[in-house]
């Protein structure tokens, strides 16, 4: 069972903890996160964060790994960032997609008159090209959850989804 896992801060890359407040900061941005468990500390070292406990049990070993993924995404965030590509697929009914202010409209979705709304975080970019959509930020949680809530926004029901294939579907994360 691992009690202390090691995690590297890259180049460029500054992070700070105070309190249960980890700072991450790089070239694309900072990123700010609580993370707090019973017995779990995190310390950093030069150019390590280390996540640790004394404990023995599997609930503490469980959230080590957690932290340590946090970190991980953290640090590659404000280094690389990521990006999810989507593409607009149609059989019948062209669809179009709008980006206005913190929403993505979905319209003609289906014939549908009403246009259909997808929420777009904050600190998320979202653009349309022709048929492309393109979903990208720094933190991880809030770009995947962007482009998820595009996806769940053409969810067909009452249809068979073998035959109505319509839709916005993420087809790259990098």
């Known amino acids: 069972m691992e009690t202390k896992v090691e995690v590297s801060i890259g180049e460029g890359v ?71 590509r989507m593409k607009v697929v149609f059989a019948h009914f062209p669809i179009q997609v709008k980006v206005t202010n913190d929403y993505v409209s979905i319209i003609n979705f289906l014939g549908e008159k009403k246009p259909r709304t997808a929420k777009i975080y904050d600190d998320v970019d979202v653009t349309v090209n022709g048929y492309e959509v393109e979903v990208s930020g720094i933190n991880k949680e809030h770009v995947g959850q962007t482009a998820a809530n595009i996806e769940q926004a053409t969810r067909i029901k009452g249809f068979d989804p073998r035959v109505f294939q319509d839709g916005i579907y993420i087809v790259e994360k990098s």
């Open 14 to 84: 500054t992070a700070t903890i105070a309190d249960n407040m980890v700072s991450v900061t790089g070239e694309k941005g900072s990123l700010n996160r609580e993370l707090w468990y019973p017995k779990i500390t995190i310390t950093k070292t030069d150019s390590m964060m280390v996540v640790e406990t004394q404990s023995t049990r599997k609930k503490q070993a469980a959230m080590i790994g957690t932290f340590a993924s946090h970190l991980r995404n953290m640090i590659k965030g404000v280094s690389e960032g990521y990006t999810y």
